[in-house]
């Protein structure tokens, strides 16, 4: 019995040696937490560390000279800086009124979901550049994000293990440093890709909401466009989604590639639409043919994207698609629904695949995903 007992006490000594670890740890380096296939953190202001200077880049300033040169990583300084062509649209000021609103402790939580390719992502980053530095956490998750990998790149590791509670214990700090730092203003923490990972999605979400003061914001970003909502302690996300950016960012960004032409501007947009991932491949098959848009070279790429998107999909999940774009096109005032014996989970594939959509005003309703996947189809059923 005595050694059953000295047993747990020197288990109990052994998380006690832990935690004050993790605790001093995080008081140390300022609480900079950094990686996760992207993750960024902007340090407290009033902290003797600052990794943003007035032009936004990153300082190798004492005493976290090895985290800032993981930041060296990041899409601060790799992708703002060396590749400054970005066109902002409609997303940045939604990110960046959501931000503010957080920043002020006026806003708990709040989601915004889209299909992958519409510049989510780079709006999110691009918003966060612009604000003034205050406290955040910025974690982008992958399907195989674990809590250990998370628990890594936070220092918080010992002994080959890991915890969500040690996660917790080390967020906890971050929120209360912040607010002990900045006077009336709450950190924020940030998960992009979040439906990559439910599970730690959800960890996230239910920490914020145990934190009944809510001095702390929490804003999901889902690349997904079929989102039924993530079902977590004290209800729903709050979610909107987003959608193609506007006709207006099209003609911004081919303006920025010194495309003012209406009728080439108009042209290029019928092949891309306003996406940015495709609105990409213009600048390319602009530059490969010396300053002159090759149409065919952009409407081919677009073409074979749509394709082996297409031809990735499960047989069920293709020939449902094949049929209802056939209907789509030949009947296109008609009111065209998914086959009533599919399940849940086929009606989830379908939706997800980025072809189809439901309808806006009717959900039962199917629509194509956008105009370029119109102008796809059309090519092959009329």
């Known amino acids: 019995?005595?050694?059953?007992?000295?047993?747990?006490?020197?288990?109990?000594?052994?998380?006690?040696?832990?935690?004050?670890?993790?605790?001093?740890?995080?008081?140390?380096?300022?609480?900079?937490?950094?990686?996760?296939?992207?993750?960024?953190?902007?340090?407290?202001?009033?902290?003797?560390?600052?990794?943003?200077?007035?032009?936004k880049k990153v300082e190798t300033v004492s005493p976290i000279v090895d985290n800032v040169a993981r930041l060296n990583q990041s899409f601060y300084s790799s992708q703002i800086q060396s590749n400054p062509f970005i066109v902002t649209n409609e997303f940045s000021d939604l990110f960046t009124n959501t931000l503010k609103s957080m920043q002020r402790c006026e806003l708990s939580m709040r989601g915004f979901y889209g299909e992958s390719g519409i510049g989510k992502t780079t709006m999110l980053k691009e918003s966060l550049r612009l604000l003034e530095p205050f406290p955040y956490l910025l974690v982008s998750l992958s399907k195989t994000t674990t809590i250990k990998e998370l628990a890594k790149l936070m220092n918080l590791v010992v002994d080959d293990e890991a915890r969500w509670s040690d996660i917790q214990l080390a967020i906890n700090q971050f929120i209360a440093l912040a607010h002990q730092n900045q006077k009336g203003q709450c950190p924020i923490l940030i998960i992009d890709n979040a439906n990559r990972n439910r599970k730690?999605?959800?960890?996230?979400?239910?920490?914020?909401?145990?934190?009944?003061?809510?001095?702390?914001?929490?804003?999901?970003?889902?690349?997904?466009?079929?989102?039924t909502g993530l079902d977590t302690a004290g209800g729903r996300l709050w979610t909107?989604?987003?959608?193609?950016?506007?006709?207006?960012?099209?003609?911004?960004?081919?303006?920025?590639?010194?495309?003012t032409n209406n009728d080439t501007i108009t042209r290029v947009l019928d092949i891309t639409g306003t996406?940015?991932?495709?609105?990409?491949?213009?600048?390319?098959?602009?530059?490969?043919?010396g300053g002159r848009m090759d149409f065919r070279c952009l409407e081919t790429i677009i073409d074979q994207l749509i394709t082996r998107t297409i031809a990735l999909l499960p047989n069920k999940i293709r020939e449902i698609i094949m049929t209802k774009a056939a209907e789509l096109i030949k009947d296109p005032n008609g009111n065209h629904t998914l086959p009533q014996y599919i399940t849940e989970e086929t009606e989830k594939m379908i939706y997800r695949s980025n072809i189809l959509r439901q309808?806006?005003?009717?959900?039962?309703?199917?629509?194509?995903q956008n105009k370029t996947v119109k102008r796809y189809f059309e090519k092959i059923f009329k």
Request: charged share 25%; with cysteine; hydrophobic share 40%.
């Open 359 to 368: 309808g806006s005003a009717f959900k039962s309703v199917v629509i194509f």
């Open 240 to 259: 909107t989604e987003l959608l193609e950016p506007s006709h207006e960012f099209g003609v911004k960004y081919l303006n920025k590639l010194n495309l």
């Open 200 to 227: 730690i999605t959800e960890q996230f979400i239910d920490m914020v909401r145990e934190n009944t003061e809510r001095q702390v914001g929490l804003l999901i970003v889902i690349s997904d466009g079929y989102y």
């Open 1 to 55: 019995m005595s050694t059953v007992r000295a047993d747990n006490q020197q288990v109990i000594k052994q998380e006690e040696r832990q935690k004050e670890k993790f605790i001093k740890q995080y008081k140390e380096v300022g609480i900079v937490v950094v990686g996760v296939v992207s993750l960024i953190v902007a340090v407290l202001n009033g902290l003797n560390s600052n990794i943003y200077s007035r032009e």
């Open 275 to 289: 996406k940015a991932v495709y609105l990409g491949y213009a600048r390319y098959c602009l530059k490969s043919n």
